[in-house]
């Protein structure tokens, strides 16, 4: 019989097994080859790495920031010798192409750790004057306590160090629920943080269904702040749980990508391109819509169906494939469900447009572009995150405007123009939290500022560098009378 890797939670600085003994399956998305078993755990669990985490928290805060650095750089140090392990991982368990994207990936991890070890060193305070004679006052910046951390599937590895590691870095621990379908991916960049020898506690990790030990570590009393990624509903739902306590929400985006008349179409395809099939379309930041007016529909959608037929499909292992399967079922009937939608509407189905059955088992779907969508349907106004390119026409500068702030969300745009008096005012007018000029909706680097904006459904407060850092991070008052 072949060996499955059995793994548990990781609480105290130990590998644990669930209290209730149960286990749940990990299976490949390519061809459901069996990858894992492991530890199913439930709210004592959840409970105990609480318990854990404010032990790890007392050691953790008293160290310092120099001391916390070098242990960002040695989880660093331990994922670039596992690299490879790690990577394969992420490309058998997410999905997504070893060689064009899961190096990537583990590299931007990598980085990651070794910014926030980096940045924790420069986070300073202030002497600020005061009114009254002989008071003196500084400000300064202190952990949290113990954070909860949920993450979904889609950039397992990545996602994940954008809360752990400021965390780390500033000083407070941590309880990790990550998704159940890359619970795998969490268990091998969990080993590399234990290998770096950190405090017990400082980091535990704790398998199983989100809406069980997820709701338990964001509505516990002892944990003090909360750092999330996943769907706007869940979010809502972690909100009302958590309630009172600091969070981070990193939530759902829908594009788009607006193509003014002027702009280079070879350069907007590529990007919008980019933009929708990156990771299969399963990226916050996606260009879920492509908003353009009659003067450019053809012409862009004839680039776009150019780029997505040279896409290859296949084994996520395999170097020369370029697009994996999407990670599980739900995602795969929900393109579907959009997809339909938006034919039934009057959308123009130029390619793809269906299922991969002769690509393998998995869960496959094929690279797909769609002209002339109409604005009411679910491919312009809701969130699709699958590798879908929908064009939507739109009348001119003012409809293309409104059109990409019509939507509920707020997450990142890419827009194209060689015009840059226009380029500035599409991105001060935009309603995203990010907005690309001439790049893709999903440019992004590790240090610079990424969220939703206010009143949209995607979410709250900003990720990135030393944004992440005060996120995390209390603002204490001291004063003292030197009289
Ligand atoms: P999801 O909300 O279904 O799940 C995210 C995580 O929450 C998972 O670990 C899940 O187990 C857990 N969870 C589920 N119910 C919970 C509950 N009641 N309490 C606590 N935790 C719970 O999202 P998903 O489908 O895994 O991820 C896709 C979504 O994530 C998309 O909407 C996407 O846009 C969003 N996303 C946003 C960003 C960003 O930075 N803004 C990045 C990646 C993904």
Not at 148 to 169: D, G, K, Q, R
Request: aromatic share 6%; glycine share 12%.
């Amino acid at each position: 019989m072949q060996h499955v890797l059995k793994a548990h939670h990781f609480i105290g600085g130990r590998w644990t097994p669930s209290q209730n003994g149960n286990i749940f399956e990990s299976r490949s998305p390519y061809d459901g080859a069996l990858l894992a078993l492991l530890a199913e755990g439930d709210r004592e669990d959840a409970q105990a790495a609480i318990v854990a985490a404010q032990a790890g928290f007392k050691v953790l805060s008293q160290m310092t920031a120099w001391e916390r650095s070098k242990l960002c750089n040695r989880v660093a140090d331990a994922m670039e010798k596992r690299r490879e392990e790690l990577a394969a991982t992420l490309a058998s368990e997410q999905g997504k192409p070893l060689v064009a994207e899961a190096y990537g990936e583990i590299d931007a991890a990598v980085t990651g750790f070794r910014e926030a070890g980096e940045l924790i060193k420069w986070l300073e305070g202030e002497v600020i004057p005061v009114e009254t004679p002989g008071k003196r006052a500084i400000s300064f910046r202190q952990p949290r306590g113990v954070y909860a951390v949920v993450t979904p599937w889609n950039f397992p590895i990545n996602i994940p160090v954008e809360y752990l590691a400021p965390c780390l870095a500033a000083g407070n621990a941590v309880v990790w629920v990550p998704a159940p379908t890359t619970s795998l991916c969490a268990v091998k960049l969990m080993e590399c943080i234990a290998e770096a020898g950190l405090p017990d506690g400082a980091v535990n990790l704790v398998l199983g269904p989100g809406a069980v030990v997820g709701d338990e570590i964001v509505g516990s009393v002892g944990t003090h702040g909360i750092g999330f990624t996943g769907s706007p509903a869940t979010g809502n739902a972690i909100a009302k749980r958590g309630a009172g306590k600091p969070m981070l929400l990193e939530l759902g985006g829908n594009g788009p990508v607006v193509v003014l008349d002027d702009a280079d179409l070879d350069r907007a395809a590529a990007a919008a391109a980019f933009g929708s099939f990156f990771n299969a379309g399963q990226v916050c930041a996606a260009s879920g819509r492509i908003l353009v007016t009659e003067k450019n529909h053809d012409a862009l959608a004839e680039r776009l169906v150019a780029i997505a037929s040279r896409i290859r499909l296949g084994d996520p292992l395999d170097g020369a494939t370029t697009m994996g399967p999407l990670n599980n079922a739900q995602v795969v009937r929900k393109i579907e469900e959009h997809v339909a939608d938006g034919a039934n509407r009057g959308g123009e189905l130029l390619f793809g447009g269906e299922r991969g059955p002769d690509v393998g088992p998995g869960w496959f779907y094929k690279p797909t572009v769609i002209g002339r969508v109409e604005k009411q349907a679910m491919l312009n106004t809701a969130e699709t995150f699958g590798p879908i390119a929908p064009l939507v026409v739109c009348a001119d500068e003012a409809d293309l405007l409104d059109t990409a702030n019509a939507s509920s969300h707020g997450l990142a745009a890419g827009v194209f123009t060689r015009d840059l008096s226009k380029a500035f005012a599409f991105g001060e007018k935009l309603r995203m939290g990010l907005v690309n000029i001439n790049s893709p909706s999903c440019y992004w680097e590790l240090h610079l500022p990424f969220g939703g904006a206010s009143g949209k459904s995607s979410g709250l407060g900003r990720l990135g560098g030393k944004h992440t850092l005060r996120e995390v991070t209390d603002v204490k008052t001291i004063t003292f009378d030197v009289t």
